[in-house]
């Protein structure tokens, strides 16, 4: 029964989601969860700049019961059903380490993802609440209990600025994760190849790392290893010579 219940899973997601592009789950992750949490969210888009998204996934391998002697129930699966509200013209797509055929499927005690991605335009520009419906399975059990997550939003904006004569535009969106625990990225908007400066500072104004970027026309992305910083908020500071964008990241772990 439990091999039906999932076989029609994966019948509903053929037509729910196409698996397009293989994502790699987050190494950083390791207890039970779905990340970036709803603390942290998803990072913003852009019109007329493509998106990607990852989410990683975490499957318990039991859960805890508080009375013993009863022992812990074992975690069977989870099942992306549908992920709805996503701007338009976006999907997703899913990926698990085991044999199983239906990529938005993980069993417990194994991690996995999902990746979204998309292409917005001007006229998505807006505010787009996602709702994730999943279905988790204990060992045992020929019933699904639903879960709905409605926490994570997609915040398409509009173009990234427009150069004026001279002066290229420069952007630099909130870095993800954020909260970071051993790594976070930033995206930068360029519209001309040059070297762009990283400064980032603790909250007393001591610089903890100074680099620099070599940045092409377009999106970049500029990774920061964040393990050797301790627990607290910093300021990032990018400088293309002509103006400096600064923003705030935690350190969280």
């Known amino acids: 029964m439990m091999r039906a219940l999932l076989a029609a899973a994966v019948l509903i997601l053929s037509f729910a989601s196409t698996p397009a592009q293989n994502c790699t789950p987050d190494p950083q992750y390791t207890q039970p969860g779905i990340y970036p949490d709803s603390a942290t969210n998803f990072a913003p888009a852009y019109a007329n700049t493509p998106y990607s998204q990852l989410i990683t996934v975490v499957i318990p391998q039991d859960t805890?019961?508080?009375?013993?002697?009863?022992?812990?129930?074992?975690?069977?699966?989870?099942?992306?059903?549908?992920?709805?509200g996503l701007p338009p013209g976006f999907t997703y797509a899913c990926w698990n380490n085991s044999t199983s055929p239906n990529r938005c499927s993980w069993r417990g005690n194994t991690t996995g993802c999902c990746i979204i991605t998309g292409n917005p335009t001007?006229?998505?520009?807006?505010?787009?609440?996602?709702?994730?419906?999943t279905h988790n399975f204990l060992a045992g059990s020929t019933t699904p209990n639903p879960y709905t997550i409605t926490y994570y939003k997609i915040r398409v904006n509009g173009p990234m600025s427009v150069a004026e004569p001279g002066k290229p535009p420069f952007e630099v969106s909130q870095n993800a994760p954020n909260p970071a625990s051993s790594h976070t990225e930033f995206m930068i908007?360029?519209?001309?190849?040059?070297?762009?400066?990283?400064?980032?500072?603790?909250m007393v104004g001591d610089a903890v790392y100074s680099g620099s970027l070599k940045s092409k026309p377009g999106a970049n992305r500029f990774y920061l290893d964040t393990r050797s910083y301790a627990e607290g908020v910093y300021l990032c500071a990018f400088s293309n010579g002509d103006s400096t964008v600064t923003r705030r990241m935690v350190v969280s772990r």
């Open 64 to 84: 805890q019961v508080l009375n013993p002697p009863f022992p812990p129930f074992v975690w069977d699966s989870t099942v992306l059903v549908s992920m709805t």
């Open 122 to 133: 001007i006229n998505d520009t807006g505010t787009y609440t996602l709702n994730i419906v």
């Open 189 to 202: 908007q360029a519209s001309a190849p040059g070297m762009l400066s990283v400064t980032v500072y603790n």
